[in-house]
């Protein structure tokens, strides 16, 4: 048994029909004639002493040799891709490709995005807003922001500012509901995203944080944190709002937290890149970037008494 390996065309040509099944299809993919795609996997299978397709009349389906083969070369491509990929991104310093969840999409990068192309006119930003968890080599990812307890293996990871919640509303409810004891009486909204956070970080802990037995259930539910500081902003109720997601707004004064008093989540958001990547200039800009407009907002949190889930104000 011959152990050295068929040309890669050989195997690109297998590759591609198996993904089709079909001659006429890969040939097409990979634009040469169906005759020199039969040419290569008839020389792949003479390699391997082993038919790999059955040719039916109109249709071909892979033999055992084939079931087995296929799915190592499929991989072997993918990974080939992933390197070629990661590889042409070291060489562009133009442009940066960014995932983050939806609700910080909106809420933080969003509105900054005027200042950060201000000072980086050079750097084109593209974002991803999604919590799939994603390769930063398949998925074409320079950066990733992601929110929780856990770094990543393998990867750069920068903690980024400490995670609170905190009662937030419009400064015109906060004049109806001046101190916690009248919260009881306030429409509550519910920010479902934080559910799983444990110690848990919901209404009932802040209520009990501030000495009120207080287990609140009704009001308007919402599964993104976005979506729950919007109707907050519209003047819909009060939200326990996030710290990245409710800062800007509460420094510029659409949403206030009259209370003073905060739960500490535990969690944050983490800056995430491929180890190494960080001193890429563009990937470093943008880092900086974000660590500069977290110093802009300290005085807020610096404002508020942080208490553990569980705990109670002195």
Known sequence: MVNRLPPLTALRAFEAAARHMSFAKAADELAVTPAALSFQIKSLEEHLGAPLFRRLNRAVEL??????????????????????????????????????????????????????????????????????????????????????????????????????????????????????????????IFDDSIRFLDPPCGWAEWFAAVGIDFDPTHGPRFSQADHAVDAALAGVGVVLGRRALVVKDIDEGRLVTPYGVALSTGAKFRFLCPDGSETRPHVKAFRDWMLSEIDKTTHITEGLQLVEPGARIA
């Open 63 to 188: 033999t055992e040799a084939g079931k087995t083969l296929a799915p190592g070369v499929a991989e072997g491509f993918q990974t080939l891709a992933n390197a070629w990929r990661g590889t042409q991104r070291l060489q562009d310093d133009q442009s940066l490709t960014v995932t983050a969840g939806p609700a910080f999409t909106a809420k933080w990068l969003a509105p900054r995005l005027y200042e950060f192309a201000q000072a980086h006119p050079e750097i084109e930003l593209r974002f991803s807003a999604s919590l799939r968890i994603m390769d930063f080599g398949r998925d074409a990812i320079d950066v990733a922001i992601r929110f929780g307890k856990d770094g990543g293996d393998g990867l750069y990871c920068l903690p980024l500012a400490e995670e609170w919640v905190a009662p937030v509303m419009t400064p015109t409810l906060a004049e109806r509901f001046p101190d916690p004891q009248s919260l009881i009486e306030a429409p509550l």
